[in-house]
T-cell receptor
């Protein structure tokens, strides 16, 4: 069982809709991530929050807007999406860095499968 | 692209056989990680190997790392049907500006037949 919970599991939206994906973790992790994964492709990093501050934005279009209200929650607000944005959106969390270094183990949620019509 | 390349893209074996997957990458790394993903599900972390380590074991998993060749391999011994999944390597690059970045390779789809 994953300790990172994502809702909703499935979302269908039109190109003019506004919706949000939610992610919650209670492991005390202070880094949280959004990844996008298309079918049969690897996950692609979108955003990283470290200590509730946005630290990485991988040149993601502004129709995706992340928000980290507190250390346990991460949202991804969606507006005016395109059909090519249909994908599995994965949330992950981790400790911000390994002792002495860098990105450690990520804990992933089960994902939110988004379909844009 | 900083993504790694896994080889082979697909691997089909019988239960009890060993499965070996390879990963090559382009940049200097702090560590390399392997993840598993069942179809349409989230990723599960398997093992992390740091750049100053050459080999690591976890249960039926054995990971090697050759930083001079920028490559890693994942060996699953005595495979089971339940090992059927996609396996991804992921690299954590060096450098302050890259902290928090983890780049995934294209993955190997492993099918284990009973």
């Amino acid at each position: 069982d994953t300790e990172v919970t994502q809702t909703p599991k499935h979302l269908v939206m039109g190109m003019t809709n506004k919706k949000s994906l939610k992610c919650e973790q209670h492991m005390g992790h202070r880094a949280m991530y959004w990844y996008k994964q298309k079918a049969k492709k690897p996950p692609e990093l979108m955003f990283v929050y470290s200590y509730e501050k946005l630290s990485i934005n991988e040149s993601v279009p502004s129709r995706f807007s992340p928000e980290c209200p507190n250390s346990s929650l991460l949202n991804l607000h969606l507006h005016a999406l395109q059909p090519e944005d249909s994908a599995l959106y994965l949330c992950a969390s981790s400790q911000p860095r390994l002792a002495g270094g860098n990105t450690g183990e990520l804990f992933f949620g089960e994902g939110s499968r988004l379909t844009v019509l | 692209s900083q993504q790694g390349e896994e080889d082979p893209q697909a691997l089909s074996i019988q239960e009890g056989e060993n499965a070996t997957m390879n990963c090559s990458y382009k940049t200097s790394i702090n560590n390399l990680q392997w993840y598993r993903q069942n179809s349409g599900r989230g990723l599960v972390h398997l093992i992390l190997i740091r750049s100053n380590e050459r080999e690591k074991h976890s249960g039926r998993l054995r990971v090697t790392l050759d930083t001079s060749k920028k490559s890693s391999s994942l060996l699953i011994t005595a495979s089971r049907a339940a090992d059927t999944a996609s396996y991804f390597c992921a690299t954590a690059p060096w450098g302050g500006s890259t902290l928090g970045r983890l780049y995934f390779g294209r993955g190997t789809q492993l099918t284990v037949w009973p």
